[in-house]
C-alpha cells in the first residue's frame, strides 16, 4: 500500500515539474532596432521566422511576379551611416526598377549567424542575395555552392566562383585621400598638425583606407602626424565615440572614422575638435563635421541586378571608382557647398581632385603612387611604381601567402611614414 501511494505521489511530482518547465521554456526573440521607417516599411514584406537554430532573425517574402533581392545588413538599416547608405541603395532599385522587390534583414551577426540567413532567404526564394560586410564572405561562398540558380553578391570582400558567387567594392581610397587633404589643411590652419583615425579590424580594407588617409593629410600638412585606434567592431557608437576622445586626449584636432556611425562628430563637438564622417551622405549634420565620404550603392546595384535579371550577370570581382557615380565627398559634388569649417585655401584643391576623379584621371592607383616611405624608414612603393588590383585586398607575403592567382605587389601592412601608430598583429 505504501509503495502504491509512494508511486502515486512521485508521478504526480514529476506532472508537475513537466509543466513547470514547459511554462519556463525560453522564447526566440528577435534582435532589437529601431523602428523602420516609412519608405521601408512600404517594401518590407511580412516576415516569418528564419530556421537558424539561434536567435530568430525576421525572414520577409518574397512577392509573386518580380525579380526579388535580398539584402543582409550587419547594422540597423537606419543607422546614418553604413547600413543606411546600403538602404539607400535598395530604395532606388525599387524606385527605378519596378518589376524588382527588395527586402532586408538587419543586425546579423558575421559568421555562423549570417550563414544560417542567406540560407534562410535562399530557401525563401530569393533570386539574388547582397551581402553587404566583409565578414559575411566565407558564409556566402558556403551557401552559395548550395543553390547555384540564386545570384549571390558580396560587397567589401575578395572572393568569387566564376559562377553564381562574386565581390564588389568600390575605390573609397580615392575619397578618403581628399578628405585627409581636409584634414590635413584644417589641422594646420589650427596650428595643432595632428590628426586621428578610427579603425575597426586589422584587415587590408583598413589599412588601405587609413593610409589613403595619411597621404592625403601629408599632401597639405607635410608636419602633420596620424594617430590610430583600432575598435574591432563595424558598429559601436560608444566604442566609436570613446575611441575619437581618446585620440582628441592624445592631441588629434581632426578624427576621421573608418566606422559606421557618426559618432566621432558628436565627441568632436563635445570637445570644439573637427571630425569627419563616413559611408552615409546625410550624416555630416554637426558643425563638427568638416564632410562624409558617402557610398551611392542605387546605380551601382540597379546595374548589377539588371545584369542579374538578363542573364548575364557572372560572379567575379567587381571593384567602381568615383569616375563611375558610387562615390561621394559631401560637400564637394555638384549642388553642394563645403562645410563652414573647410579652411578656404584647400578647397581649390580638393575640387580639381575630384574632378580629375570624375574625368578617371586620378583613382586608388594614383593614390598609392611612389614614392612612398613607410614610418619605419622603408620604401614600400618606388618612385615610378604604383599599386596594383591585387594590392587591394592582400597583406601580402610575409604577412600573408602569396595569391599564385593575383599576386600583390606592396599589399596594406604598413602604416604611411606620418602615422605614429605601430602596426598591429595579426590574427
Not at 109 to 125: C, H, N, T, Y
Request: with cysteine.
Amino acid at each position: 500500500m505504501f509503495r502504491n501511494k509512494l508511486f502515486v505521489m512521485t508521478a504526480l511530482a514529476v506532472i508537475v515539474l513537466a509543466m513547470l518547465a514547459a511554462c519556463a521554456a525560453p522564447v526566440a526573440v528577435p534582435p532589437t532596432s529601431a523602428p523602420p521607417t516609412a519608405a521601408a516599411q512600404a517594401t518590407a514584406a511580412p516576415a516569418a521566422t528564419a530556421d537558424t537554430g539561434s536567435a530568430a532573425f525576421q525572414i520577409p517574402e518574397i512577392e509573386a511576379g518580380k525579380y526579388n533581392v535580398a539584402f543582409v545588413y550587419i547594422g540597423p538599416h537606419d543607422d546614418a551611416g553604413y547600413s543606411q547608405a546600403h538602404d539607400l541603395g535598395r530604395l532606388y532599385v525599387e524606385e527605378h526598377m519596378p518589376d524588382v522587390h527588395t527586402a532586408y534583414v538587419e543586425l546579423v551577426p558575421e559568421g555562423a549567424e549570417a550563414e544560417q540567413v542567406i540560407r534562410s532567404l535562399a530557401r525563401k526564394g530569393f533570386d539574388a542575395i547582397i551581402a553587404t560586410s566583409f565578414g559575411y564572405m566565407d558564409p556566402m561562398a558556403t551557401v552559395a555552392e548550395e543553390f547555384p540558380d540564386i545570384n549571390f553578391l558580396h560587397v567589401s570582400g575578395f572572393k568569387s566562383n566564376g559562377k553564381n558567387f562574386g565581390n564588389m567594392f568600390g575605390g573609397m581610397e580615392t575619397i578618403k585621400h581628399m578628405a585627409g587633404m581636409i584634414a590635413g589643411a584644417r589641422a594646420k590652419a589650427d596650428g595643432t598638425n595632428q590628426v586621428g583615425y578610427i579603425a575597426t579590424f586589422a584587415i587590408p580594407e583598413e589599412f588601405r583606407l587609413g593610409n589613403a588617409f595619411a597621404l592625403g593629410v601629408q599632401k597639405t600638412c607635410p608636419e602633420c602626424k596620424m594617430d590610430v585606434r583600432f575598435i574591432n567592431t563595424w558598429h559601436d557608437p560608444i566604442k566609436e565615440k570613446d575611441a575619437a576622445s581618446s585620440l582628441f586626449d592624445a592631441g588629434a584636432q581632426v578624427v576621421m572614422t573608418g566606422a559606421d556611425t557618426p559618432a566621432n562628430a558628436e565627441a568632436a563637438k563635445d570637445l570644439g575638435k573637427w571630425a569627419i564622417t563616413y559611408d552615409y551622405i546625410g550624416n555630416c549634420k554637426l558643425e563638427s563635421c568638416l564632410t562624409t565620404m558617402y557610398w551611392n550603392w542605387g546605380p551601382i546595384y540597379a546595374a548589377d541586378i539588371q545584369k542579374m535579371k538578363d542573364g548575364t550577370w557572372v560572379g567575379g570581382s567587381e571593384y567602381f571608382d568615383v569616375k563611375d557615380g558610387g562615390l561621394g565627398l559631401f560637400g564637394f559634388m555638384e549642388g553642394q557647398t563645403p562645410q563652414a569649417g573647410v579652411p578656404e585655401d584647400v578647397i581649390p584643391l580638393v575640387k580639381q581632385t575630384l574632378q580629375d576623379a570624375l574625368d578617371g584621371k586620378f583613382d586608388r592607383f594614383s593614390v598609392f603612387s611612389g614614392p612612398i616611405k613607410d614610418n619605419k624608414g622603408n620604401t614600400v612603393i618606388p618612385a615610378g611604381e604604383k599599386w596594383n588590383q591585387c594590392d587591394v585586398d592582400q597583406f601580402a607575403p610575409p604577412a600573408q601567402p602569396e595569391n599564385p592567382d593575383c599576386p600583390a605587389k606592396y599589399g596594406n601592412y604598413w602604416w604611411n611614414e606620418n602615422v605614429i601608430a605601430e602596426l598591429p598583429k595579426l590574427q
